[in-house]
């Protein structure tokens, strides 16, 4: 996988990489110690029960007894700071307006933490494409020409192939499609290797997945999932995240939870307002 320094990384070198070129590239250090530390204690202290936390492309390992090695963390942004910074990141983001569209969203963010023993994932493709095993629920002719989805991993634990990862084959986000067993996914992957404070982005129609844990090591990770605008977000982030958190929010996180594009809208009650509100004035 490319691998570029905060000062060499641009917008295009993103595109290039995510949309012609692999579909991944990893920011080396581009988060500091203390903010991996902060994130990594929070992600924690929100997994040490055996969680009954809804996880997804589990394929096989749905019936392994080693599941609840397997965590998630939902709604960071309600749990630190530190993930605000990260959704927020100014190289991040100015990447995602060039890939995404200036006014992009954020679909998700949470934490996959796994444990030693840990046995990974099916390999899959992201939100919206994710349920792409059933293509006619789609729309005729869609391709992945135009990106629907990016996502950024946020190590925060050595990602090696010992501690499990993230597996992709390089150039599948062309062929929009789901991995099948004859495409000998595990035979033919590459991983995602990266330091903790690293940035990975990848477009997440790429094949890939979260790999076993064979190490004696947590391998805990943020993962942002950004969307076009018009693009239903996968979690209702601006619902979990309260009123207290949207009235501080910066004009960047009101975008990135949708404040930006505010549909769907009673437009029928919106106007009678608006003329009520117009009626009043002419009476003044
Ligand atoms: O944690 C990982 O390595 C990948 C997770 C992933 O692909 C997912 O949950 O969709």
Not at 51 to 66: I, K, L, N, S, Y
Not at 107 to 113: D, K, L, Y
Request: glycine letters at 6%; hydrophobic letters at 40%.
């Amino acid at each position: 996988m490319q691998s570029v320094t905060p000062e060499a990384f641009t917008p295009e070198i993103a595109v290039e990489a995510l949309l012609r070129g692999p579909g991944a590239i990893r920011i080396r250090g581009l988060f500091s110690p203390e903010q991996v530390a902060e994130a990594r204690r929070i992600v924690m202290a929100h997994s040490e029960d055996r969680a009954q936390t809804v996880t997804h492309f589990q394929g096989e390992a749905a019936q392994d007894q080693r599941l609840h090695l397997q965590r998630r963390v939902w709604n960071l942004l309600a749990k630190g700071e530190v993930f605000a910074q990260m959704a927020e990141q100014p190289a991040i983001v100015a990447a995602m307006q060039r890939f995404l569209g200036e006014d992009f969203i954020m679909g998700s963010i949470a934490a996959n933490r796994i444990l030693p023993d840990g046995p990974g994932q099916e390999p899959h493709i992201d939100y919206p494409y994710w349920d792409f095993h059933a293509p006619d629920t789609f729309p005729l002719g869609i391709n992945s020409s135009f990106p629907l989805n990016a996502q950024v991993t946020i190590p925060l634990d050595p990602f090696t192939p010992q501690t499990g990862a993230t597996a992709f084959i390089p150039h599948t986000q062309h062929e929009l499609r789901y991995p099948a067993e004859a495409d000998r996914f595990y035979e033919r992957c590459e991983r995602m290797e990266a330091d903790p404070g690293d940035a990975i982005l990848f477009f997440g129609a790429t094949w890939h997945c979260a790999m076993p844990n064979h190490s004696a090591q947590d391998r805990s990770a943020v993962l942002i999932q950004y969307l076009p605008k018009f693009v239903k977000p996968m979690e209702d982030l601006r619902a979990m995240v309260g009123e207290a958190f949207v009235r501080k929010a910066s004009p960047t996180m009101r975008q990135l939870l949708g404040l930006n594009f505010p549909y769907p809208q009673n437009l029928d009650a919106i106007a009678q307002a608006t003329n009520a509100e117009g009626r009043k004035g002419a009476m003044r």
